[in-house]
């Protein structure tokens, strides 16, 4: 069987999509042990940081994931619960119980348009300049696996439907969408040559600000800008999924938000056989079982006739 959407086998499009979302949750995991740490302080530590450990700055335990993976999660549930719509209301309400039941970690961006949203009611939050967070973007996974096969207008429009409810920002819209696209390219079957070819590189040409030809970024900030050139910098410098991930949590910084998107994007390109046992393994099952389920959940709707 082929997929209607893509021109590989329905088997490996669900075997890449699972890589892909567990590749978000498994940098996450990596990530949040040295997420605020300088890389100097990082080398001291650990040396090379590259196992799944737990602790950090949030005292998590070994395998345990942060806002990035649970709040992914809650999305796509609500992508499901909507058959595959991406609808700004469901959204919010999806985003706002995730809230309520006290996330381990959440965003300040998040955190204020989400009181806005329970205030008011309205689930876009108005446009702002200070809202170029990558908070929008961490999550956009589920996304892009429920429009995969549909027009890239349509998955726009379903990007910032889901984006909008706390970023409404220009550099967040771009990269948000950009991430939705280039996970799609890998989850057909692309290279990264390929992804490069036909994602980053039209996008850095349209976006040059997000370029990944500025000097290296170490400690990148929440600000999708850095987020977005760490990642590219890291997923072009390597040739495997676990050195991609390695060399993007080492710089330190927003070390989860790096990793999880790192980890969604070189999953997508690389594939289930390229996640190292040894990390699957170490992520907490609940959370593993929880990510593949989604995974195979939301791309079935774009196998769908």
């Not at 992914?72 to 719509?85: C, P, T």
Request: hydrophobic content about 40%; overall charge neutral.
């Amino acid at each position: 069987m082929r997929t209607s959407s893509s021109s590989i086998p329905a088997a490996e499009l669900i075997g890449r999509a699972e890589a892909a979302y567990l590749g978000l949750a498994l940098g996450d995991a990596l990530g949040a042990t040295v997420e605020f740490m300088m890389p100097r302080e990082i080398r001291g530590q650990f040396g090379v940081h590259k196992e799944i450990r737990g602790g950090g700055w949030l005292r998590l335990k070994p395998g345990s994931v942060t806002d990035d993976t649970t709040m992914s999660l809650a999305l796509g549930e609500a992508i499901l619960v909507d058959g595959g719509r991406v609808e700004p209301l469901s959204c919010a309400h999806a985003f706002d119980a995730w809230m309520r039941a006290k996330p381990v970690d959440i965003g300040n961006t998040v955190r204020r348009n989400l009181v806005a949203f329970r205030r008011s009611g309205d689930p876009v939050a108005p446009p702002s300049e200070h809202d170029a967070g990558n908070g929008a973007a961490m999550r956009v996974l589920p996304v892009a696996l429920a429009t995969l096969g549909q027009d890239e207008h349509d998955v726009r429009v379903a990007v910032r439907a889901q984006s909008h409810v706390t970023h409404n920002n220009p550099d967040s819209d771009a990269a948000t969408e950009f991430l939705a696209l280039a996970v799609q390219e890998g989850l057909r079957g692309g290279k990264l040559r390929g992804v490069y070819r036909r994602g980053i590189q039209p996008f850095i040409e349209r976006h040059p600000v997000f370029t990944h030809r500025s000097r290296r970024r170490e400690n990148p900030s929440g600000w999708v800008i850095e987020t977005i050139q760490a990642v590219l910098q890291s997923l072009l410098a390597t040739d495997s999924f676990e050195n991609c991930l390695i060399d993007v949590v080492n710089r330190g910084g927003d070390a989860d938000t790096t990793g999880a998107i790192a980890g969604m994007l070189a999953g997508a390109i690389y594939g289930r056989d390229a996640l190292p046992v040894r990390w699957v393994k170490a992520l907490d099952p609940k959370m593993r079982e929880a990510c593949a389920t989604q995974a195979r959940r939301l791309v079935s709707l774009s196998l769908a006739p």
